[in-house]
């Protein structure tokens, strides 16, 4: 049975552990709040209320051979740094933390973080193609630029049957699957259906084919509302931590 560890839980840490209650694993948590550890008690293997900052404690509750290991302590940028380290000299494999700017990434990388997340940044990259597109209706990112979204049908496909249109061939994209909007259901294309105006269409390809593909250059506008909803971000936690 995989075993994971949460050292921390803010906003990402809580939703990571709430995705791996659901999931058949052994979970150790750690956080120094005794409200949260009373709280998830029940649904993790061990709980600890413990201050991480001291690396003896880390050691003792980490067991070296553990999966992975999601570390999300909020603003606490230096007991992250350090808590990384200790996990890296424990010789933990797969090592996840959240962090707060470029800066404190980096520094993350360099002392044994293996995936360093920004959560409001992906965020505003799911966000800011569905603002400037009307035919973006979900968006995904992948890696490596590639993109997993849903579209409208452009005007000039109506009408079309996808070995006429070419799709792939003319713009790269790969086209999935279709649903009829307001339906949920997904269904694959027959060679001589042909594309409907309300047809809701599943897609995958680079960012810069799904922006061309639904007539919109978003690459320009990207800067600037990452940085609104990195803002926006901020002003909610600093404003959730003066009602804590």
């Not at 090592?95 to 800066?103: L, S």
């Not at 995936?115 to 965020?123: Q, R, T």
């Not at 579209?151 to 713009?171: A, C, F, Q, Y």
């Not at 680079?206 to 971000?233: A, W």
């Amino acid at each position: 049975m995989k075993q994971y560890a949460l050292i921390g839980v803010s906003s990402f840490g809580k939703r990571i552990l709430e995705e791996l209650i659901l999931m058949d694993c052994e979970i150790i948590l750690i956080d120094k709040d005794p409200e949260i550890i009373e709280y998830f008690k029940n649904s993790v293997t061990a709980a600890y209320i413990a201050d991480v900052i001291n690396e003896e404690i880390v050691t003792r509750l980490i067991p070296g051979d553990i999966d992975a290991v999601v570390i999300d302590l909020g603003d606490k940028i230096e007991a992250s740094i350090l808590v990384t380290k200790y996990l890296s000299k424990l010789g933990v494999s797969n090592i996840i933390v959240k962090a707060e700017t470029d800066q404190h990434g980096e520094i993350l990388s360099i002392v044994g973080a293996d995936h360093v997340i920004f959560p409001n940044l992906e965020a505003a990259k799911r966000v800011t193609p569905l603002l400037v597109s009307d035919l973006l209706f979900n968006y995904l990112p992948i890696s490596g630029g590639l993109v997993i979204a849903e579209t409208g049908v452009p005007e000039n496909l109506v009408g079309h049957t996808l070995t006429e249109v070419e799709i792939r061939k003319s713009l790269g994209i790969n086209v999935i699957a279709f649903r009829r909007a307001g339906q949920g259901e997904y269904q694959f294309f027959r060679p001589e259906y042909r594309l409907n105006i309300d047809d809701v269409l599943l897609i995958v390809g680079q960012d810069e084919d799904v922006s061309s593909f639904t007539g919109k250059d978003y690459s320009n506008q990207k800067r600037g509302i990452s940085n609104l909803f990195s803002q926006l971000f901020s002003n909610m936690k600093s404003k959730s931590d003066q009602s804590s």
